[in-house]
C-alpha cells in the first residue's frame, strides 16, 4: 500500500502562483513515472503533468510554459509549480503514482 499526501492548495488571484506537494509514503525511484491530475466540477479528471523516474516530463497544452513539474528523490515529494494562474484552473489537484491516487487538493483561482 501506498499513501500519496498532497498539500498546497488554496485561494489565488488571477495571474498568481501556488506550489502544490504530493508526498509518498515509499521512494519514488520504485515508481516508473509520477503525475499531477485534475477534476473541475462537472468534468473527467485530466492529465496535468507528468514526470518519470528519469526525470522527463511532459505536459498537458492548457499548462505548457506556466506549470512546472519537478521531484525531489531525498525527500519522496514531487511538485507542481504553478504560475499564471487561471480561473479556469480551478479544480482539485491529484497526485498518482502507479495505480495509487492522493485524496486531492483544492485550488481556486479567482478573477
Known amino acids: 500500500q501506498v499513501q500519496l499526501v498532497e498539500s498546497g492548495g488554496g485561494l489565488v488571484q488571477a495571474g498568481g502562483s501556488l506550489r502544490l506537494s504530493c508526498a509518498a509514503s515509499r521512494s519514488l525511484l520504485s515508481f516508473p513515472n509520477m503525475g499531477w491530475y485534475r477534476q473541475a466540477p462537472g468534468k473527467q479528471r485530466e492529465l496535468v503533468a507528468v514526470i518519470t523516474s528519469g526525470t522527463v516530463t511532459n505536459y498537458a497544452d492548457f499548462v505548457k510554459g506556466r506549470f512546472t513539474i519537478s521531484k525531489d528523490n531525498a525527500k519522496n515529494t514531487v511538485y507542481l509549480q504553478m504560475n499564471s494562474l487561471k480561473p479556469e484552473d480551478t479544480a482539485v489537484y491529484y497526485c498518482?503514482?502507479?495505480?495509487?491516487w492522493g485524496q486531492g487538493t483544492q485550488v481556486t483561482v479567482s478573477s
Open positions: 498518482k503514482a502507479d495505480r495509487y
